[in-house]
Nanobody, 122 residues
Framework: VQLQASGGGLVQAGGSLRLSCAAS????????MGWFRQAPGKEREFVQA???????LYADSVKGRFTISRDNVKSMVYLQMNSLKPEDTAVYYC?????????????????WGQGTLVTVSS
């Protein structure tokens, strides 16, 4: 199983970025896909998750600014991030969950990607 995240970079506050995650080695439509992030010196935290049929779960901190989506044909999951803030600076990880239903818990996810760094300057 491989989850390859990409799309991170340096952006000014108020700007936008789109993260992508390519999945392989799993039956993609059987998995809930999630995005998590880990800021320097902090624990990894939930950002958003999406089921195969596009039901979603959001962290309050990103609601209205970030949008998760997926392409079940291409085995891709995306995170559109708008109105970025310096506090969004973190390494962003995509993850795959085999269990039913959405989850914001780290332990609910079976596979993790390597992460992509997002830096938001003020």
């Amino acid at each position: 199983v491989q989850l390859q995240a990409s799309g991170g970079g340096l952006v000014q506050a108020g700007g936008s970025l789109r993260l992508s995650c390519a999945a392989s080695g799993i039956i993609f439509s059987n998995y809930v896909m999630g995005w998590f992030r880990q800021a320097p010196g902090k624990e990894r935290e939930f950002v958003q998750a999406i089921t195969w049929n596009a039901n979603t779960l959001y962290a309050d901190s990103v609601k209205g600014r970030f949008t998760i989506s997926r392409d079940n044909v291409k085995s891709m999951v995306y995170l559109q991030m708008n109105s970025l803030k310096p506090e969004d600076t973190a390494v962003y990880y995509c993850a795959a969950r085999a269990g039913p239903g959405l989850s914001s818990a780290l332990e609910g996810y079976n596979y993790w990607g390597q992460g992509t760094l997002v830096t938001v300057s003020s």
